[in-house]
């Protein structure tokens, strides 16, 4: 207020200063964390190689044999990446599409954008254009193109009818259900082999990962994160409901429309490679900000590193759970993810903020 | 005139709730009253720019009830719902009122007026508290706060009475009126209170179904003639110690109302 205020006396308010410290603290032991399982994850695999070999080839690569450099960096590594990748886009994605449409269960996969990359995958793998070489290139075309048609669709209904949240979520919930419908259409129609590609699909895996594939996805998670970061102040202002971001001078119709926009790009290119992996983008969020609150200077980089930690996590076990064989992931995440999300619903405990 | 309202339009879905709502004032502190669904939130929406409308409105020479006279702080603006019970503490509520100011960290001067926002409302107990902890007045001082650190020249406030105590009416009618006369502020209150209002305002504005029945001082606008065609209600105005209105409702005209 404009009463005059001596601008020479120290701030009162140190419960903030407190608080946003605390927040920095929980940001960098989850980056902590992060390192640490991305290197355990690189140290564990199917492989029948010791966890000491797999750290002594990591730390150092020239006295490693050839064959170890191979499993480490061009197997591991690449699902790894992929893991890190995804798992942070989908947070991401699932983070400010929480904040948006003001629902704590709004996240890609609920709002039917990973089951039209599903379908689109199931597609393309059905009309056989995968006999190619390049199948698997295909494929995640085919995923992309449809899930990005799928998010057109919801952009397009939040466009002619007044970008109210409450369509988008029951548009993207349409479009769920259409997208499981035609699935379990082209499973039908599909031969054995196809059959099981779709599973893979349907299931998730960081098993086929490439390098190429993670500098994609990090090129494309590094842009929205920056754009979203960019914004933060008016998502933690659109918390407070739409009439009350408006009144603080954040035009709502906007920032929601473009939101959806480059959540689409992101969720499309994290699904397009590696298929459908449900529960990243709902838990996340959640834990993120049971930890440093509703700030998202705070809450979308913590979304963000907690998807990274999980997904590694859920990787690791995935290699080991039914060795040799590897466990699809998407199963595994939501085997993780569903208990806990119980746990978070139920225990009404908050850590911090 | 530093107020100018003309001919404001505006509906939803169609259906038209203002009908041209024409008034202009020179006053610092004005009082919109007026029975529900009356068009009062419409109103103060349409010239805080929140809501599509015909005609125009100006303050101070400048055309005013677009969004962006909201996001260069001119006008700011409190809405009559309650803000979502999040768990975000009272501090961090109150210096979203400075959206428009902070880039990434908030400034040394954004924190100072914040700070002292929330010692001139007395709200320093509760200033680490979450939101979703607080009670429905606690709650409605936040709201006051987060509109009053904005700094704005002309301030729009909803039913800024709603939850709160006697006092705490009175603190906040005390806190918006010291900022006219220091900072030249001019405020436009929806008040139901219309002894608050004929204490609080130079002037009133009554709004009706969707028009202006009478705009005038405190004293012109109390009548009986008023409280029986508005709200229909039966009541006897006194004048009190400072020779202001002062309302004494006895029951409705309306068959409901009568038992
Ligand atoms: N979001 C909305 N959608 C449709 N109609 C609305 C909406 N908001 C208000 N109305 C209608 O517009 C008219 C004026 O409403 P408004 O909120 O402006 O009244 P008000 O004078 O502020 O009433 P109150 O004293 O109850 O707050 C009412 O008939 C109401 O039903
Ligand atoms: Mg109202």
Known sequence: MGLEIAEDDSLKSGGYDSLMGRRRLFILAAAVACVVVFFVDLAVGSSGMSVIDAFTTLVMPGQATSMQRLIVFDIRLPATLMAIGVGMALALAGAVMQTILDNPMAEPYTLGISSSAGFGAALVIVLGISAAGAGMLYISIGAFVCSMAACAVIYLIARFRSSDKTTILLTGIAIFFTFQALLSTLQLMANGNQLSEIVFWMFGSMSRATTDQFVIVLAVLVASSIIFLWNSWRYTALKLGDAHAASLGVNVMTLRRMTLIVVSVLTSVAVCFVGTIGFIGLISPHISRFLVGEDHRYYIPMSMLVGAVVLIVANMFSKVVTAPAIFPIGILTSLIGIPFFFYLVLSKRRFAS | ?259
């Not at chain 2, 005139?1 to 004005?30: N, Q, R």
């Not at chain 2, 719902?81 to 001067?109: C, D, F, K």
Request: charged fraction near 20%.
């Open chain 2, 1 to 259: 005139m530093t107020l100018k309202v003309e001919g404001i339009t505006c509906g939803y879905g169609g259906k038209e709730v203002l009908h041209g709502v024409t008034f202009s004032s020179d006053a610092k502190l004005i009082a919109v009253v007026g029975p529900n669904a009356a068009g009062k939130s419409s109103l103060i929406k349409c010239i805080a720019g929140q809501m599509h409308h015909g005609g125009h409105v100006s303050f101070k020479g400048t055309e005013i009830g677009r969004q962006e006279a909201v996001s260069a702080d001119m006008v700011g603006y409190m809405p009559q719902q309650h803000m979502n019970p999040v768990s975000m503490t009272v501090y961090e509520a109150i210096l979203l009122g400075r959206l428009n100011h902070i880039r990434w960290s908030p400034s040394q001067h954004d924190r100072r007026i914040v700070d002292h926002a929330i010692h001139e409302l007395s709200l320093d107990p509760i200033a680490d508290k979450r939101i979703n902890e607080l009670s429905g007045g606690q709650m409605q001082m936040v709201s006051i706060a987060q509109a009053l650190v904005k700094e704005p020249e002309l301030l729009l406030m909803d039913e800024p009475t709603n939850n709160l105590d006697l006092q705490k009416q009175l603190e906040m009618f005390e806190v918006v009126r010291i900022l006219s006369e220091q900072r030249g502020l001019v405020a436009m209150m929806i008040l139901h209170d219309l002894n608050m209002a004929s204490r609080f305002a130079d002037e009133i504005v009554v709004l009706s179904g969707g028009e202006v029945y009478a705009q005038g001082k405190p004293g012109e606008i109390t009548t009986q003639k008023m409280l029986r065609d508005v709200y229909h209600v039966e009541a006897d105005v006194v004048e009190d110690r400072d020779g202001l209105p002062h309302v004494i409702a006895y029951g409705s005209l309306d068959e409901g109302g009568r038992t």
